[in-house]
Structures are given as C-alpha cells and as structure tokens.
Antibody, heavy 121, light 106 residues
Framework: EVQLVESGGGLVQPGRSLRLSCAAS????????MHWVRQAPGKGLEWVSG????????GYADSVKGRFTISRDNAKNSLYLQMNSLRAEDTALYYC??????????????WGQGTLVTVSS | DIQMTQSPSSLSASVGDRVTITCRAS??????LAWYQQKPGKVPKLLIY???TLQSGVPSRFSGSGSGTDFTLTISSLQPEDVATYYC????????FGGGTKVEIK
C-alpha cells in the first residue's frame, strides 16, 4: 500500500524558514517523480514544486521560485521542501504527491494527508 | 502561461441526475488533463487521467472527454457520496489546476 506521510509543518513568523519532509513507503520511491501541492484554507489546489526520479529535472511555481527548494533522498525514501522567506500567503496545507512516472510532468496518483504551515506574527 | 477555467464554480443537483463539469484551457493541451475529487475535509483523489482514462477503482458513473482546449467530467447518475469539489489539472508542461467545481445535492 502506498503511503506518504508529511511532517515539519507548524506556525512560523514571516521571513523565517521551515523544512517539510515526506516519508514514502509501499512503492519503489526512486522510480517516480514527486511533488508538493498546497491548498490555502478554503481555497483550491496549487502545484508548488516537483522533482524527477533522479533529481535531474526540478520545477517550481512562480509564486515560490527563488524561495523554496525541493530535494529528495532516494536512499531514505524521502522528499523535502525547504521553505525560506516565508510570507503570509504561503499559509496552506502542504501535500506530498506521487506521480505515475519518473519525469516531473505528470498528474498525481497518490497524495499524503498533508502538513499545515501557518505563517503569522 | 496556460490558464485552466472550470465551470460552473458550483452546482446543485438531485440524486440520479446527470452532472457535467467543464474545464477549458486557454491554449491546446492535447489530452494532458486529469480530474480529481476532493470530499470535504479529505485528500484529493485521482479520478481520470489522459482526459478520459478512468483511474483504477473509480466508479464507472464517472467519465471524462475532450481534447485540445475543451474537456468535460460527467457523473452519469449523481450519488450522495459524490458531494465534493472537483478539480481539473493540466500536465503537458507547467502543472496547473482549475479553480474547482463544488457539487452539492439538491
């Protein structure tokens, strides 16, 4: 059974940093691209960032480019999102999501339960 | 950037009704379109990919069609458990979601 478990969310002040993690199990992690998708309270879904199976292809939404960094550790079956210079508008539930293929341009066939990030002073 | 516009933003229908949701791309995206269902308080669930391919385990009352710029998600006979918000997503280059369509029971 595919499982994606996010962690690392919390309350953080504007301008500070936070690192999210996603622990994956139930599939061969290093065969698939992985993504972060967020959902602000009461709002729709927004793709944040994606990384291919071998970290060779990485993409970011314009809203986070230059502030967020995605990475993965295939030996640890883990995905990460380093979030710097956080803003109030980054407040959201952050989902880890798996793609059905190895490259980053795909849809999402499995989702984690999400970790909540609140940016507020 | 290619924009994805869903309509309507919300709808109310009776149990057993046929429901159609539309997603329009501002430029052609071939069939690189997926549909998701998000029930209240739950995680999004993949329903359809490649515009018309049903994900394993999804009830056959759900179907998708379209290519290029215009796509539809159809629920052939609305059930109470279909109350949810539905999102389209393009994936031919930048990954972009539509704004969502909230489906309620009348």
């Amino acid at each position: 059974e595919v499982q994606l478990v996010e962690s690392g969310g919390g309350l953080v002040q504007p301008g500070r940093s936070l690192r999210l993690s996603c622990a994956a199990s139930g599939f061969t992690f290093d065969d698939y691209a992985m993504h972060w998708v967020r959902q602000a309270p009461g709002k729709g879904l927004e793709w944040v960032s994606g990384i291919s199976w071998n970290s060779g292809s990485i993409g970011y939404a314009d809203s986070v480019k230059g502030r967020f960094t995605i990475s993965r550790d295939n030996a640890k079956n883990s995905l990460y999102l380093q979030m710097n210079s956080l803003r109030a508008e980054d407040t959201a539930l952050y989902y880890c999501a798996k793609s059905p293929g190895g490259s980053s341009g795909w849809y999402f066939d499995y989702w984690g339960q999400g970790t909540l990030v609140t940016v507020s002073s | 950037d290619i924009q994805m516009t869903q309509s309507p933003s919300s709808l109310s229908a009776s149990v057993g009704d046929r429901v159609t949701i539309t997603c329009r791309a501002s430029q052609g995206i071939s069939n690189y379109l997926a549909w998701y269902q998000q029930k209240p308080g739950k995680v999004p669930k993949l329903l359809i990919y490649a515009a018309s391919t049903l994900q394993s385990g999804v009830p056959s009352r759900f179907s998708g069609s379209g290519s290029g710029t215009d796509f539809t998600l159809t629920i052939s006979s609305l059930q109470p458990e279909d109350v949810a918000t539905y999102y389209c997503q393009k994936y031919n280059s930048a990954l972009t979601f539509g704004g969502g369509t909230k489906v309620e029971i009348k």
